[in-house]
């Protein structure tokens, strides 16, 4: 059982926005930064927002991050084809002194 | 340009200490904020951080695990060493080791990965 909370599962069609939440508690999203990766099967993560809401460069515009009290959310706008992935949220937790990641959430663009 | 790459046994047996190298470039661990940390991931399953070391060598490690695990650093090899003793079934999986700022906490650079099997 992870201690961030993410769906399970997310999907939508080409062209469409999607949102992942991730929820968490006041030791660890509420208190930190959040980043987000995603994961083609078979690969490493690759990052996608650190800092709640930073793109790292090269990361298209449409992937946008936010942050609410103890909640986050990816949000994909502009779906496609390539965005199906598995996507991860993380941050760290003061009361366990280590990192945290969401359960995952596998992203299908029907 | 960082990368990072993980090496080690493929196969391990039940009871065993598993030994797993980090050789990274592009970056110094002794720059301020400059951390690695390993994070695996069981076959079908989500990631689950393992362990961090960062630029002053303190040392922070999944709860669940604090007594199994040990990291260590060798700056002047660029070399981030993780060992995990009493190796289960369980502990089948993908190993990664990544490069993680720890202004912010997050990662941004993966190694590919390294699968171990732990089985008889």
């Known amino acids: 059982q992870s201690v961030l909370t993410q769906p399970p599962s997310a999907s939508g069609t080409p062209g469409q926005k999607v949102t992942i939440s991730c929820s968490g508690s006041?030791?660890?999203?509420?208190?930190?930064?959040v980043s987000w990766y995603h994961q083609l099967p078979g690969t490493a993560p690759k990052l996608l927002i650190y800092?709640?809401?930073q793109r790292p460069s090269g990361v298209p515009g449409r992937f946008s991050g936010s942050k609410s009290g103890t909640s986050a959310s990816l949000a994909i706008s502009g779906l496609r084809s390539e965005d199906e992935a598995d996507y991860y949220c993380?941050?760290?937790?003061?009361?366990?002194?280590?990192?945290?990641f969401g359960g995952g959430t596998q992203l299908t663009v029907l | 340009q960082v990368t990072l790459r993980e090496s080690g046994p493929a196969l391990v047996k039940p009871t065993q200490t598993l030994t797993l190298t980090c050789t990274f470039s592009g970056f110094s661990l002794n720059s301020n904020d400059m951390c690695v940390s390993w994070v695996r991931q069981p076959p079908g399953k989500a990631l689950e951080w393992l362990a961090l070391?960062?630029?002053?060598?303190?040392?922070y490690y999944r709860t669940s695990l604090k007594t199994r695990l040990t990291i260590s650093k060798d700056t002047s090899k660029n070399q981030v060493v993780l060992t995990m003793t009493n190796m289960d079934p369980v502990d089948t999986g993908t190993y990664y080791c990544a490069r993680m700022v720890w202004n912010g906490i997050y990662s941004d650079s993966w190694g590919q990965g390294i699968l171990v099997t732990v089985s008889s």
């Open positions: 993380a941050t760290w937790d003061d009361r366990l002194n280590g990192a945290v």
């Open positions: 800092k709640n809401d």
């Open positions: 070391i960062d630029w002053e060598g303190d040392k």
């Open positions: 006041i030791s660890n999203i509420g208190s930190n930064f």
